[in-house]
């Protein structure tokens, strides 16, 4: 008896993560909800990521804000991730 219902819980699992897999959609990152990184002492150039070489120079000297304020302080996208 207890094979059958541990084959049960198995099966409930493998099917429960096999759903969950496909059904999993990654959320679109609206614009204004997004977060970038700016180098405030380095110029007006913001980055969506933390570790671009555009921003290893500025060492401790990042901040995190919203893509929405990085706009609006006349900050824009660094060249290197613009494509
Ligand atoms: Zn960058």
Do not use: F
């Not at 084959?7 to 409930?12: A, P, Q």
């Not at 980055?47 to 302080?73: E, F, P, V």
């Amino acid at each position: 008896m207890k094979k059958i219902i541990t084959r049960i819980v198995i099966t409930l699992l493998v099917s429960t993560s096999t759903s969950l897999a496909t059904s999993v959609v990654v959320p679109k990152t609206t614009d204004a909800a997004a977060i970038v990184w700016i180098a405030p002492r380095h110029g007006k150039k913001y980055h969506y990521n933390k570790h671009c070489w555009g921003l290893t120079r500025a060492h401790h000297h990042i901040k995190q804000i919203s893509l929405t304020k990085a706009k609006a302080t006349g900050y824009t996208l660094c060249r290197i991730e613009k494509r």
